[in-house]
């Protein structure tokens, strides 16, 4: 490539980078109030909270093109807080919320993502597709003369309809023609357009919440420093952290899978911390990583820290002296947005490997979908998957142990295992030994086995000690190195006596 030919490929990286900043900053408006509402504070407060977690983890972040602010899942904790202890505890639950956050960081506790199996991840996003489908509909519902929700009817309705597909009309086919401009932000623009210029009626930004304000200002919790205080913040700042984590996580991981690159989830956790510690003395209410506007984002072009930099810095904007215009934007532009949002999270190829997967993985999915959807808890919709893949894993291991049994030419019974003994597979394990008829050289072969844990090696104490009151003796062959030094560390329990042998890399005298 030369050297103009880089220099055109920046300008068009930074103008994307640009372009899809904007179109996020315009997504993350709704978004900020509706969860602010959720969380009964200011609209404000959302706004701030999406201001300043944008653009410390956009600068600072492990995932660039990620996008972090005010989240659903963060409001739903908070609520009870608020309600019974003011707002002033919730800046202090935030501030605690981050330093938390920040330890697990330098920890470097954010590998344990790992442990997340696939179906939990598709059970994840297609339970958020629903929640960001479902969540959306609100916005055809408009207050009664009782003040309950009543659904939109005749002529606003159809108009609101009619907006929202055009809007996604023009999401999915702009691309197909050119992909100078994103079309997320196109189909805003050109949905405004028509709506401001021709004066058509239908909700607005507007018609939710005001967004004018200012600066954000320094803010120090209006609360006693003492341990009452903190027995009071502890639970939800504890509940907070994880919850962010885990969705933030989460999303570094759906957005890794479509950028085809790496995260760093450690760096992630300082940077999420270090948002959460400076919004709560900002006045913010918290947040984390928002798939929704990280997918945006991504689909807009948006892959490194410029576009979320640029859209934290518009929504700033928006705040200070955008507010008139912005408020002017219809809602339906941005709902049809959110509906291609939700249609582009759901994992669809899930829907097409049901009948080829195990059916513990499709139950896993949908349980984690249903959890999310019904509770709109990520994270414990995640550590639910979790816990249910975990005791699916240690029920198959624990019925696939199993024993080859012979004896030699010398009178000695073997007993070659297969599988690994552990917590689950030490009844089976037990009940593959006939001690009342073996001779009286036992030997117990673990080369394609291993011993786990200190179930395991309770199971081999318990075995020695029936072998022994048969008057008979029992060598343990074949342990990996892992296995040695776990047995070493257990000698208070086994007697372990290790004897070298020509044949055998290891022999184990269980009665030495």
Not at 40 to 50: D, E, I, Q, T
Not at 83 to 111: D, S, T, W
Request: aromatic content about 8%; some cysteine; glycine content about 8%.
């Amino acid at each position: 490539m030369t050297f103009i030919e880089g220099m055109r490929s920046s300008r068009l990286t930074a103008k994307n980078e640009i372009l899809s900043g904007l179109t996020v900053a315009l997504a993350l408006v709704p978004e900020a109030i509706a969860f602010s509402l959720i969380a009964n504070v200011s609209p404000l407060v959302g706004l701030y909270s999406a201001f300043i977690i944008g653009i410390v983890t956009a600068l600072f972040g492990g995932r660039p093109g990620m996008i972090s602010g005010a989240t659903g899942a963060i409001a739903v904790v908070i609520v009870s807080l608020v309600a019974r202890h003011g707002i002033e505890y919730l800046f202090a639950a935030v501030v605690l919320m981050g330093l938390i956050q920040m330890g697990i960081g330098f920890l470097r506790l954010g590998k344990f993502i790992r442990l997340v199996p696939h179906p939990v991840m598709f059970g994840f996003v297609n339970g958020l597709a629903i929640v960001i489908f479902m969540s959306q509909l609100d916005q055809f519902k408009v207050a009664g003369a009782d003040r309950s929700l009543e659904w939109l009817s005749g002529t606003p309705l159809w108009t609101m309809l009619g907006f929202v597909l055009a809007t996604m009309a023009i999401i999915y086919f702009l691309p197909k023609i050119t992909k100078v401009v994103p079309a997320s932000l196109a189909a805003i623009i050109a949905v405004s357009v028509v709506v401001i210029s021709l004066g058509i009626p239908t909700r607005t930004v507007g018609d939710i919440a005001s967004i004018s304000g200012g600066l954000p200002q320094f803010h120090l919790p209006l609360v006693p420093f003492n341990l009452e205080t903190l027995s009071i913040i502890f639970p939800y700042s504890l509940i907070m952290a994880l919850v962010g984590l885990i969705e933030s996580l989460l999303t570094l991981t759906v957005i890794d899978e479509m950028t085809e690159t790496r995260g760093r989830g450690n760096k992630e956790c300082l940077a999420q911390g270090s948002a959460n510690l400076v919004t709560g003395f900002f006045g913010g209410m918290g947040g984390c990583a928002m798939i929704g506007q990280s997918i945006i984002n991504v689909s807009s072009g948006g892959r490194k820290r410029l576009s979320g930099i640029v859209a934290a810095g518009a929504l700033l904007l928006f705040i200070l002296v955008g507010a008139p215009l912005i408020e002017k934007i219809p809602m339906a532009a941005l709902v049809g947005l959110m509906f291609m949002v939700a249609i582009g999270t759901f994992e669809w190829a899930s829907l097409r490997i049901i009948r080829k997967v195990p059916a513990a993985d499709v139950f896993v999915m949908v349980l984690v979908a249903m959890v999310t959807v019904i509770f709109h808890n990520l994270a414990v919709a995640v550590l639910i998957g979790v816990v249910v893949s975990a005791l699916v894993f240690a029920w198959e291991n624990a019925t696939r142990i199993r024993a080859r049994k012979h004896v030699d030419e010398f009178g000695a019974k073997h007993y070659e295992i297969f599988g690994p003994l552990f917590f689950g597979s030490i009844a089976v394990f037990q009940d593959k030994f006939d001690i009342a008829n073996d001779p009286r050289e036992v030997i117990i072969d673990f080369k394609e086995s291993r011993v786990v844990d200190h179930s395991a090696i309770e199971s081999l104490n318990k075995l020695t000690e029936r072998y022994a009151k048969a008057g008979k003796t029992v060598r343990l062959r074949y342990l990996s190195e892992d296995c040695r030094r776990l047995l070493d560390n257990a000698s208070s329990i086994i007697d372990v006596n290790h004897l070298e042998d020509p044949r055998y890399k290891l022999v184990v005298d269980a009665l030495a």
